[in-house]
């Protein structure tokens, strides 16, 4: 059984573990700079697009929330430690397909007070 596969999932279906990102890498980059270094191609077979990116590709898990309430009718999502790319993963991507309105890039990131 391999360690890990590579994956091709669209950024949306990928979720933070982080509420809050600092606005930069710890190279120095800025978030907003790094999303226009982003670029798309033409996607092929059931990919509509794939974002050529400045960095190394994200690291996702698939995790099994027991959710005993049956609240979540899936309770199987994928998740990274990988917060600041995917965020510019999800603000480079085209919007996505069947949402009207509220179906934007996520907030920016913000700064935690002390």
């Not at 669209?10 to 978030?31: D, K, S, Y």
Request: charged content about 25%; aromatic content about 8%; proline content about 11%.
């Amino acid at each position: 059984m391999p360690l890990y596969e590579e994956k091709m999932i669209c950024p949306l279906a990928v979720r933070f573990t982080q509420e809050h990102i600092r606005p930069i890498f710890q190279n120095g980059m800025e978030l907003e700079r790094t999303i226009s270094e982003i670029k798309t191609k033409p996607g092929s077979g059931s990919y509509d697009v794939i974002l050529d990116t400045p960095f190394h590709a994200i690291e996702i898990v698939r995790w099994h929330k027991r959710d005993l309430s049956a609240e979540e009718p899936e309770g199987m999502h994928w998740l990274t430690f990988d917060n600041r790319r995917l965020y510019c993963l999800q603000r480079a991507g085209p919007p996505p397909r069947g949402r009207g309105g509220g179906g934007g890039p996520p907030a920016p990131p913000t700064r935690r007070m002390r």
